[in-house]
Nanobody
Framework: QVQVVESGGGLVQAGGSLRLSCTAS????????MGWFRQAPGKEREGVSC????????YYADSVKGRFTISRDNAKNTLYLQMNTLKPEDTAIYYC????????????????????WGQGTQVTVSS
């Protein structure tokens, strides 16, 4: 049974930082591209960042470039999202997801390609 679990969300002031973690079990983590998505109230889910299985390829949404950094530790089956200089508009539920569609070599910012999802972790940035 595949399980994907996010952690690290919370309440932070604008300009602050948070690091999200995502652990995946029940799958061969090294084979999967991984992604972070977020959904704010009343908005569609959007792709924030993704990373290929070997960390060679990454993607960042324009809204987070230069502020967020995605990384993974395959030995620990864990994905990270370091979020710096947070803004109120970053407030959302953040989801982690795993994708085997491209054999892990590439990653996509589109949610439709991801097979396994976590329950999400709330990030709230106050102004």
């Amino acid at each position: 049974q595949v399980q994907v679990v996010e952690s690290g969300g919370g309440l932070v002031q604008a300009g602050g930082s948070l690091r999200l973690s995502c652990t995946a079990s029940g799958l061969i983590f090294d084979d999967y591209a991984m992604g972070w998505f977020r959904q704010a109230p009343g908005k569609e889910r959007e792709g924030v960042s993704c990373i290929s299985m070997n960390s060679i390829r990454t993607y960042y949404a324009d809204s987070v470039k230069g502020r967020f950094t995605i990384s993974r530790d395959n030995a620990k089956n864990t994905l990270y999202l370091q979020m710096n200089t947070l803004k109120p508009e970053d407030t959302a539920i953040y989801y982690c997801a795993a994708d085997l569609t491209g054999s892990g070599v590439v990653c996509s910012e589109e949610a439709k390609w991801y097979q396994f999802w976590g329950q999400g972790t709330q990030v709230t940035v106050s102004s």
